[in-house]
């Protein structure tokens, strides 16, 4: 069984090895800088980002979406009955991740995340300006 040091390491230079790929194909590693268009749901308007894929092409992500709620712990869940970005504060904003459910981390035994993280991530191909789907 492989100890804490070479599973560190083994982590360290995938990492470095990922990064060191991407930039040599070209792929974004910054944050993404652009809006996507607001899109309408059933539970009310959401605004996005332009992303970038491994091969240059744009996409639309739209990140964090609660789509279920718990009323009491270990209860079961309920889809997500809310509105979504209604009055003032306009559509809302899904540029950011929800957060992770609570676990365990592997290699120190720390835990982390919270107990409310039932958040959906939406990735949609960019539609060509001017294309019709027929």
Not at 19 to 41: C, L, M
Not at 91 to 99: K, M, Q
Not at 109 to 130: Q, R
Request: glycine share 12%; hydrophobic share 35%.
């Amino acid at each position: 069984m492989p100890n804490k040091k070479s599973v560190v390491l083994a982590v360290v230079v995938a990492y470095f090895a990922y990064r060191f790929y991407a930039r040599r194909n070209g792929a974004a590693i910054e944050p993404p800088t652009q809006y996507a268009p607001v899109v309408q749901t059933a539970n009310g308007p959401v605004r996005g980002l332009v992303s970038l894929s491994r091969d240059g092409r744009p996409y639309h992500e739209y990140r964090g979406l609660p789509y279920g709620v718990v009323a009491e712990r270990f209860g079961d869940s309920e889809p997500y009955a809310g509105k979504w970005g209604e009055g003032e504060d306009g559509p809302r904003n899904a540029t950011e991740f929800g957060s992770e459910c609570l676990q365990m981390g592997m290699l120190i035994g720390n835990i982390g995340g919270e107990e409310d993280c039932l958040f959906l991530n939406v990735y949609a191909p960019k539609p060509a300006v001017g294309k019709v789907r027929a």
